[in-house]
């Protein structure tokens, strides 16, 4: 019988943060059953999410369209899930309308329309954040605050095989705590402000906000999903760059 090596440094890994999100979770009163984690995988090779699915990680964050779609097909399992969580550019979209299952950098209505044709072509459905820019910072895409009523609005109207979840947000980079608080405190105002217009089709819940260096902080102030690549898998080379794709 085949037997899959784990490693046990990821096996820690996972163990460690998912008890220090139970932990922010305790610490502000809030049930640790809320908070998902979205195991951030890009760079990594597809041995190293073998070992994670092996370990029941089944959904992995990837922030290049073609990076996801090799992975996709080099690794095939029944429960396993691709989201996008970077910059997309239009003409990579038919690669996240194949194989992703979710995307939560959902930043402009012209991405937005070329999602849904190529959804339709597949014959899928999306599930889909809208990435809010809530810090100054020229280098974080998002839609403003203030466009993401209308926003949200005109997709549930024009593209019906995005199904809206919900927000997500990448903090200031700063090591200034309250800077980085403020992010994640503006999009939890913004998510109660579009769930009082009730607009039809989309549900709010979830609030994708959090990474390795900050997701104790995005937990207190209401994140319900954390996407760690760093805490889980380890430092990647060129760290910086796979923050920032596509030609930045
Ligand atoms: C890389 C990345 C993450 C994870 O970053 P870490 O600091 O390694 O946890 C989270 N969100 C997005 C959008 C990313 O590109």
């Excluded at 073609?66 to 992975?71: F, I, M, S, T, V």
């Excluded at 990474?211 to 760093?230: C, H, N, P, Q, Y």
């Amino acid at each position: 019988m085949m037997t899959t090596s784990v490693s046990e440094e990821l096996r820690e890994r996972l163990r460690v943060t998912r008890e220090e999100i139970n932990q922010a979770a305790i610490s502000v009163g809030r049930n640790p059953a809320e908070i998902t984690l979205l195991p951030v995988s890009k760079t990594f090779p597809p041995e190293v999410i073998s070992q994670a699915l092996s370990l029941g990680e089944m959904r992995f964050g990837e922030n290049k369209a073609q990076e996801l779609r090799d992975k996709a097909q080099a690794l095939t399992h029944p429960e396993l899930q691709w989201v996008m969580i970077g910059y997309l550019q239009s003409n990579n979209a038919r690669y996240v309308a194949r194989y992703a299952s979710e995307i939560q950098s959902l930043d402009r209505l012209s991405l937005a329309k070329t999602l849904q044709r190529r959804l339709e072509l597949e014959n899928r459905h999306l599930d889909a954040l809208v990435q809010i820019k809530t810090s100054p910072e020229p280098s974080k895409y998002g839609v403003a605050p203030e466009d993401a009523a209308d926003f949200v609005a005109q997709i549930a109207q024009l593209c019906p095989r995005l199904h809206i979840k919900g927000l997500m947000t990448m903090a200031v980079n700063s090591e200034d705590e309250s800077a980085v608080r403020a992010c994640f405190r503006h999009l939890k105002a913004l998510q109660i402000e579009l769930k009082a217009l009730n607009i039809e089709g989309v549900s709010l819940e979830r609030l994708s906000m959090g990474m390795s260096g900050d997701f104790k902080l995005a937990i207190e102030e209401g994140s319900t999903e954390v996407r760690l690549g760093t805490a889980i898998f380890g430092h990647r080379k060129q760290q910086r760059d796979y923050y920032w794709p596509e030609g930045r």
